[in-house]
DNA sequence: ATAATATATGAACACATATTCATATATTGG
DNA sequence: CCAATATATGAATATGTGTTCATATATTAT
């Protein structure tokens, strides 16, 4: 990409080239915005809160959110992927538990930005 | 929605039924996979960033995420909306900022969990 | 008023995503 | 081995999302 020049009063060349050199490079912005997507559904949210109630089988998240074990299935596959959630084989049964203490103060900080109005 | 039942071994019917009562109504779920949504798309976390560095129009925005000022613009408007950055023209010129205080404290979380593997 | 400029907006498109249905896989008990 | 059960997976589909292009709006200077 080219050296940008800034077109605008309130910022100089120099300060520009800086910022734009100090971005995350593209990895990390794409790693971060995948993380987030994670949390952007509310299907999924509704298992994590569950999970950070109780370890729980697949059949009986299923019946807590509301929806088909298949597609409780294919979101835990994701939340699986992205180390949110683990989980322990008890013969046919698997219970799924949050594998992330990071969850619950992310919850907060997002209740209470949307809790300010 | 019917009495839930709970089918494996892990959790009580009673711990069931309490855990499902306090689940957060279908707005909370909703509202807050509506925030992180925004979070999980790399151009607006580069916007984001750049914002973090310094208050910018949208030309200069638009230089530096290296993305036409139309996508820009429709992106701010997002960002506008969930209160994550706030504006003040100039003449015709319209500089951006962040609007929030939680942004920092978020990534900051984000890239913790990133970091550990 | 007119031209020039910065930003915003709407339509169109390509691509991603969530859910369902049908079915495969794996484990246990008989 | 066979049947029953819990979970996982793949295909199909409907819906959502991000970008671009074209154009509208708004502001300033001449």
Redesign the pocket.
Same mark, same amino acid.
């Given at each position: 990409m080219n050296d940008v020049i800034c077109?605008?009063k309130s910022i100089s060349p120099d300060e520009m080239q800086i910022i734009k050199a100090e971005l995350p490079d593209e990895n990390t912005s794409n790693q971060m915005a995948?993380f987030f997507?994670?949390f952007?559904?509310?299907?999924?949210l509704k298992i994590l809160y569950f999970l950070s109630r109780h370890e729980l089988?697949?059949?009986?998240l #299923?019946l807590l959110v509301g929806?088909?074990? #298949?597609?409780? #299935?294919?979101?835990?596959?994701?939340l699986?992927l992205n180390r949110l959630v683990k989980?322990r084989?008890?013969?046919?049964?698997?219970?799924?538990a949050l594998d992330d203490n990071h969850i619950e103060s992310i919850f907060a900080i997002a209740r209470q930005h949307l809790m300010e109005q």
């Open positions: 077109l605008c995948e997507k994670v952007g559904d509310a299907t999924r089988c697949v059949a009986d #299923s929806m088909q074990q #298949s597609a409780v #299935s294919h979101q835990l596959k994701i699986k989980y084989k008890d013969g046919v049964t698997v219970y799924y």
